[in-house]
T-cell receptor, first 112, second 118 residues
């Protein structure tokens, strides 16, 4: 059963901010929100993760709503190299690792 | 750091042949994962290991698939006999878990092994 819902595809102009939404209405208190992306023919790549607070790193920002039922990944200045499939994943990080369950993700296309 | 290394990158074989895919995880990582990706089913977790011990193999499609991790630096995924429907990209990933409060949960993926079974 999918724990997250994402739009299948989005377009964004190069140089603009790309905002990728994700719904996770059934998220539980100890589940984190993770974002990965997969550029064509490559393995998935970690972007960012968060629990409650907004997070920022060198790649992106993650905005999580106060009720934690949805989040938005923001790529502040999208480039053509950001064209990829972006996966939003919720995962229980309770003391151990387990395999991430990938959904279908959002295919983000950056237009020149 | 060389990252997760997979071999071969491409494999073309005929139905009925044995296929062995190999993975070298990042040194020091405690967890190793095998995924399969197809257009129809997306990314599927097949099996994962913790400290060389298989923890969850519920994703392994059938008895034709087997995975081993004889030591901390090497794992294999074997398909015997192979069938055309096994054609896919197989990814290996590894991760380091240092504890609940510091677990980033980041999985490091290899570049994948593209398998074509004719």
């Amino acid at each position: 059963d999918a724990k997250t819902t994402q739009p299948p595809s989005m377009d964004c102009a190069e140089g603009r901010a790309a905002n990728l939404p994700c719904n996770h209405s059934t998220i539980s208190g100890n589940e984190y929100v993770y974002w990965y992306r997969q550029i064509h023919s490559q393995g998935p790549q970690y972007i960012i993760h968060g629990l409650k607070n907004n997070e920022t790193n060198e790649m992106a920002s993650l905005i999580i709503t106060e009720d934690r039922k949805s989040s938005t990944l923001i790529l502040p200045h999208a480039t053509l190299r950001d064209t990829a499939v972006y996966y939003c994943i919720v995962r229980d990080s309770g003391g151990g690792a387990d395999g991430l369950t990938f959904g279908k993700g959002t295919h983000l296309i950056i237009q020149p | 750091d060389a990252g997760v290394i997979q071999s071969p990158r491409h494999e073309v074989t005929e139905m009925g042949q044995e296929v062995t895919l190999r993975c070298k995880p990042i040194s020091g990582h405690d967890y190793l994962f095998w995924y399969r990706q197809t257009m129809m089913r997306g990314l599927e977790l097949l099996i994962y290991f913790n400290n060389n011990v298989p923890i969850d193999d519920s994703g392994m499609p059938e008895d034709r698939f087997s995975a081993k991790m004889p030591n901390a630096s090497f794992s294999t995924l074997k398909i015997q006999p192979s069938e055309p429907r096994d054609s896919a990209v197989y990814f290996c990933a590894s991760s380091l878990v240092v504890g609940f409060t510091r677990d980033t949960g980041e999985l490091f993926f290899g570049e994948g092994s593209r398998l074509t079974v004719l």
